[in-house]
């Protein structure tokens, strides 16, 4: 009688099986986490239009996932490239989300109506717009020293897009409605970058994105208007 080793059963990681699965498409393999990844980020980009807090955790999440595809020789994504860039961008996403997070929730904590807004919109000071321009070129031009450096495809879109990203993201945070304007010269760049490389979730996306923000510019300048040329009431302290 000759001895069968036991079956193995193999355990299905849902981590892995995320990672992994494919869309196929007229013969072009396109990841899941990829779509899934920028629908994420266009319910964020929703979220940050009617400023919800929620905006910001629901951008990390796809953030997280959009990482793992931009870094594609470790992930083994169907374009094998690495993106430093656009993988970096995923990461500074993240970091500076956390901030605009919290700075939200602070103040939508502070509002006593029932929309319990994330920030009141304004427009950047004659400084600040000077600052924005400024970050943005030598942004630029350092980061693409970097991406070059690290073997990047297109390091200069790459820095481009990934400056613009940083300060769109932060003028985000910070209520700044010139952020929208910093979305549209980062998606003029992107949407190119992306069909080029053969990330056309991602390129759709950017496309969606441009429509999608000049219509978030209108929707943050309107909110601000009546604001303009209507004195505040008074404080309850300073009523009596």
């Known amino acids: 009688m000759r001895y069968a080793p ?3 059963t193999r355990q299905v990681n849902p981590i892995l099986t995320l990672l992994d699965a494919k869309l196929h498409i007229a013969g072009s393999e396109i990841l899941w986490r990829e779509v899934i990844g920028n629908g994420f980020g266009l319910a964020s980009a929703i979220g940050g239009m009617r ?3 929620w905006a910001w955790p629901v951008g990390i999440a796809g953030n997280a996932l959009l990482f793992t595809v931009f870094v594609g020789g470790v992930f083994h994504t169907p374009q094998q ?5 656009q993988a970096g961008r995923q990461l500074m996403f993240v970091a500076v989300s956390v901030y605009g997070w919290w700075s939200w929730h602070r103040h939508s904590a502070r509002e006593t109506g029932l929309e319990h807004r994330g920030v009141d919109p304004r427009w950047a000071g004659p400084r600040e717009r000077v600052v924005l321009v400024v970050a943005m070129l030598a942004g630029t031009a350092v980061f693409a020293q970097l991406f070059a450096w690290l073997g990047s495809y297109g390091p200069w879109a790459e820095a481009w897009i990934f400056t613009g990203s940083v300060l769109a993201t932060y003028g985000m945070a ?13 998606d003029l760049v992107g949407i190119p970058l992306l069909v080029r490389a053969g990330y056309y979730p991602s390129a759709a996306l950017y496309l969606v994105y441009a429509g999608f923000v000049a219509w978030g510019f209108l929707v943050w300048t309107r909110s601000m208007r009546p604001e303009a040329g209507i004195p505040r009431p008074l404080e309850p302290a300073a009523a009596e």
Not at 174 to 186: H, K, N, P, T
């Open 81 to 85: 490239l690495n993106m430093a860039g």
């Open 51 to 53: 400023r919800r807090v």
């Open 174 to 186: 910070r209520g700044l409605a010139e952020f929208w304007l910093i979305w549209i010269a980062v």
């Open 6 to 8: 036991p079956r193995v």
